[in-house]
């Protein structure tokens, strides 16, 4: 496999898309430094959310790990127009939120999807720390909302 985070991409079938329209008073992303802070992406496809629901409550552990890829990347495509390019971003860190029921507790299983893509593109630079959150709900009724904090290279 390439060592450059695009040609990954294509290796691996897949293309950023559009950064996503910020669905209220946020933007997609706020650099500070060489730091960039994504906001929440969603797992959004041409504009519209894949899926709605909770892991546990009719959506499978497996979903959710399809669904936080998506919003994985997501947040690649907010981090690439910060950075200038994949070949620039360094994920520091990773926060999955899941909307989940009650007895739901595999929200860690959940997260790998978005962490499992982040360093199939990113290699080295996508190894990063991280926090899988379970919650009651989420915006627009997200399965999950996938945010990260990004080290821009060369800044």
């Not at 950064?19 to 969603?42: K, N, R």
């Not at 979903?63 to 910060?82: C, H, I, P, S």
């Not at 860190?93 to 029921?101: G, I, L, P, Q, R």
Request: aromatic share 4%; proline share 6%; charged share 15%.
């Amino acid at each position: 496999m390439s060592t450059d985070p695009a040609a990954r991409l294509t290796e691996l079938g897949l293309e950023l898309p559009p950064v996503a329209a910020p669905a209220a008073a946020y933007q997609p992303y706020a650099q500070s430094g060489p730091q960039v802070f994504t906001a929440g992406q969603l797992p959004v496809v041409d504009g519209s959310l894949v899926r709605t629901g909770k892991l546990g409550a009719g959506l499978t552990t497996e979903d959710g790990a399809e669904l936080a890829r998506t919003a994985g990347l997501n947040v690649l495509a907010a981090a690439a127009a910060a950075a200038g390019g994949l070949h620039r971003v360094r994920v520091v860190k990773v926060t999955v939120f899941v909307s989940s029921a009650p007895d739901f507790t595999e929200q860690h299983l959940v997260a790998n999807g978005a962490s499992q893509l982040i360093g199939d593109v990113l290699g080295d630079h996508g190894i990063h720390a991280r926090s899988a959150v379970g919650v009651a709900s989420l915006p627009m009724d997200a399965p999950v909302e996938v945010e990260a904090v990004i080290e821009v290279l060369g800044a």
